[in-house]
């Protein structure tokens, strides 16, 4: 199983448009029969006028496969890549590996947070591993939606998202988590595996598989 993050960087202004042609258009077109579509987001806060979507294949060879059998579908050639092209900035993509399965939220609604972590090198696997332990005692505090950790273009990259009612909801649970001594002494047993760290907050488009 592989997974795949892709980050769209919209020119400025042209960020609505992408969202109506990839609703209208595009998720249509290629539904979920190529590649498994786990969400579609965008930023509320850092860099702005992106689009994040996360894809799901059995492996990178279907991956593939699978965008092969896509360059054939007409809608998607004619009626939607030359429609978004001209919007586009930039495109970035990553290829993750899931350290668990993703959770939707319980409920609809409500902000996610991607946390990306570059770690010191060969360190991306332990510290995961280590995380896994953790998960349960900080899954009382906010839902995980998934733990992945780094494969291409950058191996030492461990990445987390979590699910939150609010902005606020997310900065009191924030508080509360750094009084936890449970918590305290796993960032005690992490170390210094972590040497640089990023975290987006998400907002789910309406076409998102995940609300």
Same mark, same amino acid.
């Given at each position: 199983?592989?997974?795949? %993050?892709?980050?769209?960087?919209?020119?400025? /202004?042209? +960020?609505?448009?992408?969202?109506?042609?990839?609703?209208?258009?595009?998720?249509?077109?290629?539904? &979920?029969?190529? /590649?498994?579509? %786990?969400?579609?987001?965008?930023?509320?806060?850092?860099?702005?006028? &992106?689009?994040?979507?996360?894809?799901? !294949?059995? *492996?990178?060879?279907?991956?593939?496969?699978?965008?092969?059998? +896509?360059?054939?579908?007409?809608?998607?050639?004619?009626? !939607?890549?030359?429609?978004?092209?001209?919007?586009?900035?930039? &495109?970035?993509?990553?290829?993750?590996?899931?350290?668990?399965?993703?959770?939707?939220?319980?409920?609809?609604?409500?902000?996610?947070?991607?946390?990306?972590?570059?770690?010191?090198?060969?360190?991306?696997?332990?510290?995961?591993?280590?995380?896994?332990?953790?998960?349960?005692?900080?899954?009382?505090? *906010?839902?995980?939606?998934?733990?992945?950790?780094?494969?291409?273009?950058?191996?030492?990259?461990? +990445?987390?998202?979590?699910?939150?009612?609010?902005?606020?909801?997310?900065?009191?649970?924030?508080?509360?988590?750094?009084?936890?001594?449970?918590? %305290?002494?796993?960032?005690?047993?992490? /170390?210094?595996?972590?040497?640089?760290? &990023? *975290?987006?907050?998400?907002?789910?488009?309406? !076409? *998102?598989?995940?609300?």
């Amino acid at each position: 199983m592989i997974h795949e %993050l892709r980050v769209y960087t919209l020119k400025p /202004g042209k +960020l609505g448009e992408y969202l109506n042609l990839a609703k209208t258009v595009g998720r249509p077109a290629r539904g &979920q029969n190529y /590649g498994v579509n %786990l969400g579609y987001w965008t930023p509320e806060f850092g860099t702005l006028n &992106q689009v994040w979507h996360i894809w799901s !294949y059995d *492996s990178l060879d279907e991956r593939a496969r699978l965008r092969g059998e +896509l360059a054939k579908n007409e809608a998607w050639t004619r009626d !939607y890549i030359p429609a978004i092209r001209p919007l586009l900035e930039r &495109q970035d993509i990553r290829f993750i590996n899931p350290m668990k399965d993703v959770v939707a939220p319980v409920e609809e609604g409500g902000v996610y947070e991607m946390r990306i972590y570059r770690t010191e090198m060969g360190a991306a696997r332990p510290y995961a591993e280590e995380y896994l332990k953790i998960m349960p005692h900080r899954e009382t505090y *906010s839902r995980n939606v998934g733990l992945w950790i780094g494969e291409s273009p950058q191996p030492n990259e461990v +990445l987390h998202m979590w699910n939150y009612k609010s902005a606020d909801a997310r900065a009191a649970i924030r508080r509360e988590l750094f009084k936890d001594q449970e918590w %305290l002494a796993y960032l005690k047993r992490q /170390g210094t595996r972590v040497v640089e760290m &990023q *975290s987006t907050l998400l907002i789910p488009t309406d !076409y *998102s598989t995940m609300k």
